[in-house]
């Protein structure tokens, strides 16, 4: 294996075509202090070399492709400032998880009541489950009168985004935070 250029760029072809790899006939010229406008490919690539930057093809399935006379390096790293910009504004998603058992007491039910609801003044989602271990399975109407005093408690913090279910060992519930 060869290695070329930067560790990212090993045998890549680059994200867009540039100079003599563009293949149209015409294409649509955009760029600062250049006149918009269509013009032959020769044309356009000579306009990019009198302002010694590149002719880079930006949209190719436009009719005819546009390109933009630019220098490539600047172009790429607009490009990944925007995508880096984009991701920063991005909302992650946190899930915070509280269980119970069948026969948990109030201590207990209060002092995790207590976390959901700072939890769900954060911003993450909480998703609260009571696990029936062996036997404790026949307690089911017990894990769904917690759960639901326990979004009865937190309706001022949060709206239920899934109602109470049971899977398996499990009795779910997830709580999402009110805007």
């Known amino acids: 294996m060869e290695f070329r250029g930067s560790r990212n760029q090993v045998n890549k072809e680059p994200q867009h075509r540039i100079n003599e790899s563009i293949r149209a006939a015409q294409v649509r010229v955009v760029g600062e202090n250049i006149e918009p406008g269509v013009y032959p490919l020769r044309e356009a690539l000579a306009m990019a070399e009198a302002a010694g930057m590149d002719l880079v093809e930006i949209s190719p399935n436009a009719e005819p492709p546009v390109c933009r006379i630019i220098d490539y390096s600047k172009f790429l790293y607009q490009l990944k400032k925007k995508q880096k910009e ?94």
Do not use: C, W
């Open 86 to 179: 984009i991701k920063a504004k991005s909302v992650k998603v946190v899930v915070k998880e509280i269980r119970f058992g069948p026969q948990t007491d109030d201590h207990d039910f209060n002092f995790k009541l207590k976390h959901a609801k700072e939890f769900l003044q954060e911003g993450a989602k909480v998703r609260a489950y009571v696990f029936f271990k062996g036997r404790s399975i026949l307690f089911k109407d017990q894990g769904a009168d917690l759960l639901s005093r326990f979004i009865a408690e937190l309706e001022e913090y949060g709206k239920v985004e899934a109602a109470p279910k049971l899977e398996g060992k499990k009795m779910i519930v997830v709580l999402a935070p009110k805007k």
